[in-house]
């Protein structure tokens, strides 16, 4: 009987081998579950994650949309638009240079669902209602066309968008 696994600690590309007779009743097993396996390689990549400058202010349960998107502002491909909530608290979504309304609503809902998951707050928000409800301003013009670049409302890396309450029309 032979065990094949990956060596704790060494590269995923050794592996370690535990044989055991017949006559042996006790059995030395290096295989790793699923689960410790997972949490180990979580645990060395949030290490290098940490040590990396160009990703070291990212949280430790980095997706890789998030580590894609830090890339893609560190080559000039994105840009980050401030986004002022009702209660005056700014989100920093990341977008592409040549993004739409559209792609920056998907880019809020993405930057909330990640911090709630984070915070343990609840996951599920409307955002059929939310857009139904609120506008995104930027330089006293409505971001109405979802088709629309942001380029064209003069949107560059670092602006701040408002939402704002949608007042009821009659």
């Given at each position: 009987?032979?065990?094949?696994?990956?060596?704790?600690?060494?590269?995923?590309?050794?592996?370690?081998?535990?044989?055991?007779?017949?006559?042996?009743?006790?059995?030395?097993?290096?295989?790793?579950?699923?689960?410790?396996?997972?949490?180990?390689?979580?645990?060395?990549?949030?290490?290098?994650?940490?040590?990396?400058?160009?990703?070291c202010d990212l949280p430790?349960?980095?997706?890789?949309?998030?580590?894609?998107?830090?890339?893609?502002?560190?080559?000039?491909?994105?840009?980050?638009?401030?986004?002022?909530?009702a209660d005056d608290k700014?989100?920093?979504?990341?977008?592409?240079?040549?993004?739409?309304?559209?792609?920056?609503?998907?880019?809020?809902?993405?930057?909330?669902?990640?911090?709630?998951?984070?915070?343990?707050?609840?996951?599920?928000?409307?955002?059929?209602?939310?857009?139904?409800?609120?506008?995104?301003?930027?330089?006293?013009?409505?971001?109405?066309?979802?088709?629309?670049?942001?380029?064209?409302?003069?949107?560059?890396?670092?602006?701040?968008?408002?939402?704002?309450?949608?007042?009821?029309?009659?």
């Amino acid at each position: 009987h032979v065990a094949t696994s990956m060596s704790k600690g060494g590269n995923p590309s050794q592996s370690a081998t535990t044989s055991t007779s017949k006559g042996d009743n006790s059995s030395e097993d290096d295989s790793l579950t699923h689960i410790e396996a997972m949490n180990m390689v979580r645990s060395q990549l949030a290490q290098i994650i940490k040590s990396d400058p160009l990703l070291c202010d990212l949280p430790p349960e980095i997706t890789l949309d998030e580590i894609n998107s830090q890339i893609a502002l560190e080559y000039g491909q994105a840009m980050v638009v401030n986004v002022r909530r009702a209660d005056d608290k700014v989100l920093s979504v990341v977008v592409t240079q040549n993004a739409t309304v559209l792609d920056l609503k998907h880019a809020i809902k993405r930057h909330f669902l990640l911090k709630q998951t984070r915070e343990g707050g609840p996951t599920y928000l409307s955002w059929r209602y939310v857009w139904r409800r609120y506008w995104l301003y930027f330089d006293g013009q409505k971001l109405t066309e979802d088709n629309r670049k942001l380029r064209e409302y003069n949107i560059r890396n670092k602006d701040e968008v408002t939402f704002v309450k949608r007042l009821r029309q009659k």
